[in-house]
């Protein structure tokens, strides 16, 4: 218990210590009603008045002092604390600090090592290996850094090994990436010391035994701006951001993934750009950052020195995986990885390794990302064969949305698959476009649209459908019927009933050409829902009996029970509820014996209405309450906007003003989220709910609660 206790006050933990000593006073008298014997409590005694005697012995051959950093460490609280306290683990005796180059990991493991200098007797270390590229002279650094001096005839690993033995030591060794084949030595110097502790900067991990990794995350957005002010500031002084220039700074940030080091190559251009230029230059190019500082080591002169810094450190086969898998807009997964670019499992590991690649821990399934920075110097990289990738991985995309059922059961997990894939969707149809490649487009943007439409991106579905169409006059007639139809559709859902008729007569002359009878049932159903709108039912009747005599021909039972809820809309509109209920009550159970959420939750929604219209508002709040909670979770904005409307007019009618009009502020957020005009689910609806809210709240209260809900973090 002595040993321990001058060891913690030796660390600066006095108040440690001498819980030790009361600790086993309490056990001696307990046990044997016994007091501490004399040399403990002349320990005691001393740690209480600081004997100069319980100091650490002095060194003849001191250790090099921490170089004092020229800049204060912007953020980093959270890292700093979570790190100290790893150190003071005993069972964390190598901690490697593991990220991408330029994300700020020597600079936070200087932090630490300053953090944590009270809680090791003998001090901290700086062994800097920035310049060291033989595994061999990775110890004679280790050496001048603790003060070690070699002794003729005696390996200099044995010599610092028994040199610190009986030492308590936080050693951090900068930049290990390429001296990787050193690992061994640290683990005999782990082996030699048992007080020693190592802090290892890394772009890849070690995989030693024992190994304790700390992954170092780019900037939050906060952070990074509040570096990028400090940085720029420092060059010059008087320059004061405007609100404008801040949006940009915070702009800037992002588009540099929140790595300090790019962040702070940007800054050192503010003396001579505004934030606003810089930011042009950056949407050119990442790597429009030319110089830096000129103290800074060669490596981080330029961002693109940082990155080749990385990418040298790879073998042949796994420089060629990375600069493939710069094809990739938002990350891949370990399919896409291996069809497209051909790296398996193995090759993306050691590219998470190298901390080129970081995997995403959300989700079901292993997924890959690459900083944009990062990817944009290994596609520069790609050469020849960019082509040809392009080509592949919008082939690869195409056939991932073909086989995406948002029809199904498994509809929500087809949703987040496509969500996670959006970045690279959007690339695949940039290409298609860009290459004339009329029949991949089209093919796209028919596996699509209805994920565009679930998800109330209506703008983008109705942009890249109009453009298919227009470039696809000469493909197959199947495709571009399919692609009319879904125009169709979305034109509708935007207000645009002229567009949607023209769309689906124009869909219902390519899909006779090309015998496509799926697209001629879709174009039916928005030929009659455009003539439901307009009143003329028994036009809208005729399109939808086609709809599903079409469907129930070709044994498509879902396109069957859309054509009974829509034969069920034409009748309530028409004020036959006797006719509609029932055809709703009977779609609502086939959707929810298949589980079909976006079917349940549009029967639910028309059996609201209907219970709203025959004076039933509990029941009406009920269906549109339950609708809504479905809409939210697959995230069916459009529709979702309506059950709201629903609810906003149910509270209104129970007198309840206040949450009417938040209701229909949240609704009128989604709909400008969307895009969408706001089709009418009933007209009256979202009248009826404001003028009543406003009579029970007054204008000024109404618009008070409207804004509140309207707010965008709401």
């Not at 900068?174 to 890394?202: I, K, M, W």
């Not at 697209?519 to 709108?533: F, P, R, S």
Request: hydrophobic share 45%.
């Amino acid at each position: 218990r002595g040993q321990l206790m001058l060891a913690l006050y030796r660390a600066g933990r006095q108040a440690d210590a001498l819980e030790v000593f009361r600790d086993a006073r309490r056990s001696l008298d307990d046990q044997l009603g016994l007091e501490p014997g004399e040399e403990l409590r002349s320990l005691e005694r001393g740690i209480l008045r600081h004997d100069p005697e319980l100091a650490p012995p002095t060194r003849s051959n001191p250790m090099r002092p921490l170089p004092v950093p020229r800049t204060e460490l912007i953020g980093r609280e959270r890292e700093r604390t979570e790190l100290r306290a790893l150190v003071r683990r005993a069972n964390v005796r190598l901690l490697s600090l593991v990220g991408a180059g330029g994300s700020g990991k020597t600079r936070l493991a200087l932090a630490l090592a300053a953090d944590a200098g009270d809680l090791f007797a003998d001090g901290v270390a700086l062994a800097e290996l920035g310049a060291v590229r033989e595994p061999a002279f990775v110890a004679p650094t280790v050496a001048v850094a603790l003060g070690v001096s070699e002794r003729p005839g005696e390996p200099l690993a044995q010599t610092v090994a028994e040199a610190i033995a009986d030492r308590e030591v936080l050693l951090v060794l900068d930049n290990f990436e390429q001296v990787f084949e050193a690992g061994t030595f640290l683990l005999d110097l782990l082996g030699a010391a048992p007080r020693l502790t190592l802090v290892v900067t890394s772009r890849r991990v070690l995989h030693l035994s024992g190994e304790q990794v700390f992954t170092v995350q780019p900037l939050p957005d906060d952070d990074a701006v509040a570096l990028f002010l400090a940085r720029a500031q420092a060059e010059d002084a008087t320059r004061a951001p405007t609100p404008d220039a801040l949006d940009d700074i915070g702009e800037i940030c992002r588009r540099l993934d929140g790595l300090p080091l790019a962040i702070e190559l940007a800054a050192a251009r503010a003396r001579l750009l505004t934030p606003r230029q810089l930011l042009e230059r950056l949407r050119e190019s990442v790597t429009a950052l030319a110089t830096g500082p000129r103290d800074l080591p060669a490596r981080q002169q330029t961002l693109r020195d940082t990155l080749a810094w990385s990418v040298a450190l790879l073998e042949p086969d796994e420089r060629r995986s990375l600069t493939e898998l710069s094809i990739f807009s938002s990350g891949c997964s370990l399919p896409a990885a291996s069809r497209v670019a051909g790296a398996d499992l193995d090759r993306l590991a050691t590219l998470v390794d190298h901390s080129l690649l970081h995997q995403d821990p959300a989700g079901e399934e292993p997924r890959f990302l690459m900083l944009e920075t990062v990817r944009e110097y290994a596609a520069e990289h790609v050469r020849g064969r960019r082509s040809e990738l392009a080509q592949m991985h919008a082939e690869y995309f195409a056939e991932l949305a073909e086989e995406a059922d948002l029809r199904g059961p498994n509809q929500g997990l087809w949703l987040e698959r496509l969500d996670r894939e959006r970045d690279n969707l959007r690339s695949a149809l940039d290409h298609a476009a860009a290459t004339s490649d009329a029949a991949l487009e089209l093919r796209l943007v028919n596996a699509l649209w209805r994920f565009w439409w679930l998800r109330g991106e209506l703008a983008e579905a109705r942009s890249r459908l109009e453009h298919a169409i227009a470039g696809g006059s000469d493909a197959d007639f199947s495709l571009l019927a399919q692609a009319c139809a879904g125009g169709a559709g979305i034109a509708w859902s935007q207000g645009d009933p002229t567009r949607a008729q023209e769309l689906a007569h124009e869909g219902l002359r390519a899909a006779a050409a090309g015998g496509n009878d799926v697209a001629t049932l879709y174009c039916h159903t928005v030929l009659g829902l455009t003539e439901k709108d307009a009143r003329n039912f028994e036009r809208a009747r005729e399109h939808l009996e086609k709809s599903a005599s079409i469907s129930l021909a070709l044994g498509r039972e879902s396109d069957v029970n859309v054509a009974k809820m829509n034969l069920g809309s034409v009748a309530f509109d028409s004020g036959d509820y006797a006719t509609a209920v029932p055809l709703w009550q009977e779609v609502l159970a086939y959707h929810r014996g298949r589980g079909a959420e976006e079917g349940s939750a549009i029967a639910l929604l028309n059996l609201g209405l209907a219970a709203y219209w025959l004076d039933q508002p509990g029941e009406a709040g009920r269906q549109f309450g339950e609708a809504e909670t479905l809409f939210d979770r697959i995230g069916f904005r459009e529709y979702h906007v309506h059950a709201l409307h629903g609810l906003a007019a149910v509270a209104a009618v129970e007198g309840r003003g206040e949450p009417a009009a938040g209701l229909l502020g949240r609704a009128a957020r989604l709909l400008a989220e969307t895009g969408s005009a706001g089709v009418p689910f009933d007209v009256a609806l979202a009248r009826n709910a404001e003028s009543t809210a406003r009579e029970l709240l007054g204008d000024e209260a109404f618009a008070a609660a409207f804004a509140a809900n309207n707010r965008r973090d709401n």
